[in-house]
């Protein structure tokens, strides 16, 4: 910086640094900010019948929104889907990477080939994956058809059953079967990424911290539990941190894999939030929604850095 | 020489003005630059075709090509006075155009759409009241008024300009129904359990909640109004518990418990379509213009295939007798219902060319534009009656469409509805879970239930 300084003839910082990063503040004020704002004021505003104009309505959006009986079944959906896609992923990635790790003969080609999921677009995938459950000629619908597996008359069809007897229409327990597929489907997607993330922390164990630990007389499942996994801990937060807000914000899989359906069965929160918003046109609605997640996401942000401050402090 | 910092904050303040400009109203895309000497006011259309996409496998092939072709006859017409500037966009178009609208955006001079869209419109003022000049134009009594009511709002005044209108019929294969479709429900379960012993599905129809409920006026509406029932009071109000309407579903039930139709039926994403096209099943309700335009290749039950892979396919097959349409069925004495949707135009409300605007739908509705506008970008069959009796529409298949729609009572399926978004959606689920959800549920109570939730915000 001093040599800018001195060929600019400034001899104090002044308003340079100011300057320089002005044109981005703009950019991130034009492209976040005002949507922000303008998303809050929506929250609190209805469109009047019949005028087109927006009224404020004060918290009657919020009222509507968690009154609905769609929006506490799509936070049922969504707290399903996050359990089983954070828990199958973190387990599945660690147990990936850890084979990984061992440095066979054809690993780069494994990493290569198993990065294959992560270069697919989520809509393609979906689309995919629901090519192998379609009725009638899916890849693996004779499968989940077959009633000695899976019960009289005709098995289930992943797209189109549905529990007959859940608890009720707002708490949809137990799930329908296309929502613990797209929580197979959205894992087998991400799994490179994290993978990837957790081979990394793996990688940077000291082989040396390791075999100190073997001469003490440490066996496999104590090196792993009290040596690797919590040096790997920060990687292993910023890969759940990645994953919930991937979790509750990812759209693109329900709309090519389920579209929602069967019935309302993979209605997650972020699909809810396109449904209102682009094929209800209750913007007021939508930006209750909005805002709602947005918290949510703040949340675990927030919770995120917390447990990360606390693992710095130890 | 200029300083460093005078250069520092000349490109700060160019950043600025770049950003400024990015916030101005952009160029429509599509637009050609006005030569220095064509004066012609803009008429701006919104399609969702695209007048410069020439790739003939693109799904708008036939759209597209008619813009590009019409498009500079239009411009020759009215050299000097009007210039037709199309601005290409996707199926969010309605969306596009409210948010416009309410945002004091770039608005079309006149957009095409479908009358089911009309309540979206006018609860958001997002279209202009056109009743003075439709009821004074010289074609105005030519019009199907049906059509015309489907394009009047609750204070009975007229928001669209209907062009074509394609009811909801059912098409079938004459292999399996040679004696043509069933006209009563009982008929149609006896052929039914028939075909089934022949191991085919007597039909298969979109009973998902696919498209955000778009099954509400297909399938469901076509069962529901043909044994009397709807979805509304008359008043605004959704109004779904009543005997006709619990029948209507009683009898859907009984239709999907013996295996009438596919599993595929409730997948989505038109998946319950392609028993139909393959031959698997008999029948599928669907609109007119649907079945025609997008129903294909087909392959008939005994194996003939018909494989362009254009509306000529189903023309085709019904051309040869192997593919027929009908009304659908309705219990013995009743008279089949049906959702009709009806195509033409709006006028934006800030669209800058409004007499432009007339201009243009007065261009339209002479009879070889219509034909042509009818034919290849609004679909269905004419509205007007002199354009309907033209030669292009005395095909077999127009034929029959038009005869299923004067053996129906087809009207709009949202009826007072003004929420039909929300309507929709409500409605598919409730369906979709009675039907296949939970198909012990109490009818009454589900639809009660619904009806209930969905007044609650009127």
């Given at each position: 910086m001093d040599w800018i300084r001195k060929r600019l003839g400034l001899?104090?910082?002044?308003w340079l640094p100011f300057w320089v990063i002005f044109p981005a503040l703009l950019v991130i004020a034009a492209i976040q900010l005002y949507p922000t704002l303008y998303t809050i004021i929506l929250s609190l505003q209805q469109i009047e019948p019949g005028t087109g104009q927006f009224v404020f309505v004060g918290s009657r959006n919020f009222e509507r929104l968690f009154g609905s009986i769609a929006f506490t079944r799509s936070l049922v959906h969504t707290a399903i889907f996050l359990l089983g896609y954070v828990a199958i992923t973190l387990g599945a990635s660690f147990a990936i990477a850890l084979l990984l790790r061992q440095?066979?003969?054809l690993t780069p080609l494994y990493i290569t080939l198993i990065f294959v999921p992560w270069i697919i677009s989520d809509v393609v995938a979906g689309a995919v994956w629901r090519l192998f459950v379609v009725?009638?000629?899916?890849?693996f619908s004779p499968f989940f058809a077959n009633p000695a597996l899976?019960?009289?008359?005709?098995g289930i069809s992943i797209l189109t059953s549905v529990?007959?007897?859940?608890?009720?229409p707002r708490v949809p327990?137990?799930?329908?079967p296309a929502l613990l597929f797209l929580i197979v489907a959205s894992t087998w997607k991400i799994l490179p990424f994290t993978t990837l993330l957790i081979l990394g922390a793996l990688q940077t164990v000291s082989p040396e911290v390791q075999e100190s630990a073997k001469i003490d007389g440490a066996s496999n499942w104590q090196l792993l539990l009290r040596i690797i996994l919590p040096l790997i801990k920060p990687m292993l937060a910023v890969t759940l941190f990645y994953l919930l807000l991937g979790g509750i914000n990812g759209v693109g899989m329900v709309f090519s894999l389920?579209?929602?359906?069967?019935?309302?069965?993979?209605?997650v929160i972020s699909y809810l939030l396109y449904s209102i918003g682009f094929?209800?046109?209750?913007f007021g609605l939508a930006g209750a929604l909005s805002v709602f997640i947005a918290v949510l996401n703040f949340g675990l942000i927030a919770l995120t850095l917390k447990l990360s401050a606390a693992y710095e402090e130890q | 020489m200029l300083r460093y910092r005078q250069v520092l904050s000349m490109l700060v303040l160019l950043s600025l003005l770049l950003m400024l400009s990015a916030c101005t109203a952009p160029v429509a895309p599509g637009a050609p630059a006005p030569s220095a000497s064509d004066t012609a006011a803009p008429v701006v259309t919104w399609y969702?075709?695209?007048?410069?996409?020439?790739?003939?496998?693109?799904?708008?092939r036939v759209g597209n090509f008619y813009l590009a072709e019409t498009i500079p006859q239009f411009n020759e017409e009215f050299v000097g006075q009007y210039r037709w500037v199309n601005v290409p966009r996707d199926y969010n178009l309605v969306l596009d155009l409210v948010a416009a609208v309410q945002n004091n955006g770039d608005v079309p001079d006149i957009m095409r759409t479908g009358t089911a869209d009309l309540p979206t419109f006018l609860l958001n003022n997002?279209?202009?009241?056109i009743t003075d000049y439709v009821t004074n134009a010289?074609?105005?009594?030519?019009?199907?008024p049906k059509a015309v009511e489907a394009c009047t709002g609750p204070d009975g005044k007229l928001y669209c300009v209907p062009v074509s209108e394609s009811p909801y019929l059912v098409y079938f294969w004459t292999d399996l129904y040679p004696e043509g479709f069933p006209k009563t429900t009982d008929a149609f379960l006896a052929k039914a359990a028939e075909l089934k012993a022949d191991e085919n599905f007597a039909l298969t129809y979109?009973?998902?909640?696919?498209f955000d409920g778009e099954g509400a006026g297909r399938y469901y509406y076509q069962v529901i109004s043909s044994f009397g029932?709807?979805?509304?009071?008359?008043?605004g109000n959704m109004r779904l518990n009543t005997p006709e309407n619990v029948a209507a579903v009683e009898f859907m039930r009984e239709i999907v418990a013996n295996g009438?139709?596919?599993?595929?039926?409730?997948?989505g994403n038109f998946e319950e379509e392609a028993s139909f096209k393959d031959g698997l099943a008999g029948a599928f309700p669907t609109g007119f213009y649907i079945g025609y335009q997008y129903l294909n290749p087909l392959k008939s039950p005994t194996g003939q295939e018909f494989n362009t892979v254009s509306a000529q396919d189903m023309e085709d097959a019904v051309n040869t007798g192997v593919m027929g349409l009908a009304p659908i069925f309705a219990p013995e004495g009743a008279t089949p219902g049906c959702h009709m949707d009806v195509f033409g135009f709006v006028i934006p409300n800030?669209?800058?060319?409004v007499e432009g605007a007339k201009a243009y739908i007065d261009w339209i509705m002479q009879q070889e534009r219509a034909v042509q506008w009818v034919l290849r970008?609004?679909?269905?069959?004419?509205?007007a009656s002199s354009v309907r009796e033209?030669?292009?529409?005395?095909?077999d298949i127009f034929k029959q469409g038009a005869a299923a729609l004067e053996a129906s009572d087809c009207k709009?399926?949202?009826?007072?509805?003004?929420?039909i978004a929300e309507a929709k959606k409500l409605i598919t689920e409730t369906m979709f879970n009675l039907l296949k959800?939970?198909?012990?549920?109490d009818i009454a109570a589900a639809l009660a239930a619904t009806e209930a939730e969905y007044n609650s915000n009127n």
């Open positions: 001899s104090a910082p002044g440095r066979l003969r009725p009638d000629y899916g890849l899976f019960g009289e008359p005709n529990p007959p007897n859940q608890l009720s327990l137990p799930p329908a389920t579209g929602g359906g069967p019935g309302t069965s993979t209605e094929s209800k046109l209750d | 969702y075709y695209d007048q410069d996409n020439t790739d003939p496998e693109a799904n708008e997002t279209v202009q009241d010289p074609w105005y009594a030519d019009l199907d979109w009973g998902s909640t696919a029932g709807s979805y509304d009071d008359g008043q009438y139709s596919p599993e595929a039926a409730f997948v800030g669209a800058k060319n970008a609004g679909g269905g069959v004419p509205v033209d030669p292009a529409f005395q095909t709009p399926w949202y009826g007072s509805l003004t929420r959800g939970n198909p012990d549920a």
